[in-house]
């Protein structure tokens, strides 16, 4: 029977890079061009990077509990279901601000799959920076993440150590 090797550094950095890849459903040179703005600010690179892919709005639906999935909130967002401070945005990448509003397109409420939505919600809860009127079916982005919020069981230092070679 053969023994599996102990990954290298390399190895385990790789893998976390690639971990928080799939998390958030971004390939290779978009999640680079996070990496190289994360460096370019005057904050720890590691929480700046985490916190760029939390402000994506895919995965900001996702944390509103308005899909199932990051990648079904995706897919929903591409579709145009959502507008953001009253205009519709349909990029996955767009990243919200502080005080921005996300709520659902009128039309898109008639669905049957939304009813079906957000008759489930609240499925789990939604993180601190972010508010969630049940009601209306609207989110609100009341302030950045901190570093403690992003729950992501990723370890940011890591893909740093990853791209700083």
């Known amino acids: 029977m053969q023994s599996r090797r102990r990954l290298s550094n390399y190895g385990i950095q790789l893998r976390e890079k690639r971990k928080a890849r799939v998390i958030y459903g971004v390939l290779e040179r978009q999640f680079r061009g ?24 895919d995965n900001v ?5 308005f899909a199932e999935s990051r990648s079904q909130a995706r897919q929903m967002v591409m579709h145009g ?9 349909d990029i996955p990448s767009f990243r919200v601000t502080a005080g ?8 898109s409420l008639d669905s049957d799959s939304v009813k079906t939505l957000l008759g489930g919600i609240p499925r789990k809860a939604v993180p601190n920076w972010l508010s969630l009127e049940i ?7 009341i302030r950045l993440p901190e570093a403690e919020e992003i ?5 940011p230092r890591m893909i740093v150590e990853f791209y700083s070679k």
């Open 135 to 141: 009601g209306t079916s609207e989110g609100k982005i």
């Open 34 to 57: 996070y990496y190289k703005e994360a460096r370019s600010n005057p904050n720890a690179t590691g929480f700046v990077l985490m916190q760029l892919l939390e402000r994506r709005l």
């Open 61 to 65: 639906v996702y944390r509103l509990d």
């Open 81 to 89: 279901h959502f507008v953001v401070n009253g205009k519709k945005v």
């Open 151 to 155: 729950d992501t069981n990723v370890e």
């Open 100 to 107: 921005d509003e996300i709520s659902w397109k009128p039309s």
